[in-house]
């Protein structure tokens, strides 16, 4: 087992990473202020692991209450989270009741928003089982469902007691979702970790592949990279923080626009990436080259480069209910090298038109 340190002082937490540890159940009870456990996870987790990690914990002392919703991003609204508010209130659930995150981005994020409001806060603990949750959502606090007009515009930042990664779950991860996780892994390598960037274009096919050193190192590096930065910006204030959005404006946009659940979140992350490094270039940020590279990587990882054509008023809509607007005016995440990544808002309207206007096209 490895273990990354999120240092957030008093709200410092850990990230557990190794395989079997959802069988570890008094790895996860000695976080528990008392002995009583909400497990929320959805109906595909459910009956792959529910029942597993309800044991574990029953074996370590812990009492369990279970919530299990439909799967899918398109059931991450109000309805959803209503229904767990129903469960723990039937059964009388408490402020040191602590709600644990039993799957991926979609449930970690419910679950999360869940704790920060229910009885106005409680503790909870992510239990990631698809990569891009062991990557990126699990890590840092971000909680939210959607709404109709845009993706996660309601929710709140509210940190874990821990997050426990076991490795193991990949094993059973369809391979589309293993290669929406990659986006996110692919992420990091771009804006701030360029040797990491090199290591994956040479192992991205032992990760296609799920050897298990190369998964837990591109786990383990990953988080590594994401508990830098929410150590030093934890909400968003800097613009450290923000530079994790890579490719998401235009991802969430094709999210939104298309439907949620059409396209996974990574998948939409990566024709978001390859469409922010064609805007890198259009302003002299970068060259062909690089964003060659940076779509070469994307597809060798089964991901799209093409986005879908929403056509560009569309996308400018939707791109203006983004989180990172301020000021009325749109702020973007570009690259200005393979490994270093900027915030700007000085994109053009002619500019961004010109790469939604043609969205199937790439380096």
């Given amino acids: 087992m490895h273990t990354v340190q999120v240092a957030l002082a008093d709200r410092s937490y850990p990230i557990y990473i190794g395989a079997g540890l959802l069988a570890r159940g008094k790895l996860l009870a000695q976080h528990l202020p008392q002995n009583r456990a909400a497990l929320i996870t959805d109906t595909t987790v459910a009956a792959l692991y529910l029942d597993r990690?309800?044991?574990?914990?029953?074996?370590?002392?812990?009492?369990?209450?279970?919530?299990?919703?439909?799967?899918?991003?398109?059931?991450?609204?109000?309805?959803?989270?209503?229904?767990?508010?129903?469960?723990?209130?039937?059964?009388?659930?408490?402020?040191?009741?602590?709600?644990?995150?039993?799957?991926?981005?979609?449930?970690?994020?419910?679950?999360?928003?869940?704790?920060?409001?229910?009885?106005?806060?409680?503790?909870?603990?992510?239990?990631?089982t698809t990569l891009l949750a062991q990557v990126d959502s699990s890590v840092g606090g971000k909680t939210a469902i959607n709404h109709p007009r845009g993706k996660n515009m309601i929710g709140a930042f509210y940190q874990p007691l821990a997050v426990i990664a076991d490795t193991a779950t990949l094993n059973t991860l369809p391979d589309r979702e293993l290669s929406a996780g990659l986006a996110e892994v692919i992420k990091y390598g771009l804006i701030r970790d360029p040797a990491f960037f090199a290591w994956l274009e040479s192992n991205i096919e032992a990760l296609i592949g799920r050897e298990p050193a190369a998964l837990a190192y591109a786990i383990s590096r990953s988080c590594e990279n994401k508990a830098e930065v929410v150590a030093a910006d934890e909400r968003e204030e800097s613009g450290a923080r923000a530079l994790l959005n890579l490719g998401h404006t235009f991802g969430h946009a094709i999210e939104t626009g298309l439907g949620y659940g059409t396209w996974l979140h990574g998948e939409a992350v990566a024709a978001g990436t390859v469409m922010a490094a064609r805007l890198s270039q259009h302003l002299g940020l970068i060259g062909a080259p690089e964003v060659a590279r940076v779509a070469a990587l994307l597809e060798r990882a089964r991901l799209p480069v093409n986005a879908p054509d929403l056509g560009v008023e569309r996308y400018l809509q939707l791109m203006g209910m983004d989180k990172k607007v301020e000021g009325g005016r749109m702020r973007f995440i570009l690259l200005r090298a393979i490994g270093s990544a900027l915030l700007t808002a000085e994109v053009s309207r002619d500019a961004l038109a010109a790469v939604l206007a043609a969205p199937v096209a790439h380096a």
Avoid at 70 to 85: C, M, S, Y
């Fill in 53 to 128: 990690v309800a044991e574990a914990l029953g074996a370590a002392g812990v009492s369990v209450t279970k919530v299990v919703v439909p799967t899918g991003e398109q059931h991450k609204d109000w309805r959803n989270l209503n229904a767990v508010f129903d469960t723990l209130l039937a059964n009388h659930c408490e402020r040191k009741t602590t709600l644990v995150a039993l799957g991926g981005g979609v449930i970690g994020d419910l679950a999360g928003f869940a704790a920060a409001t229910y009885l106005r806060g409680v503790p909870f603990i992510q239990l990631p």
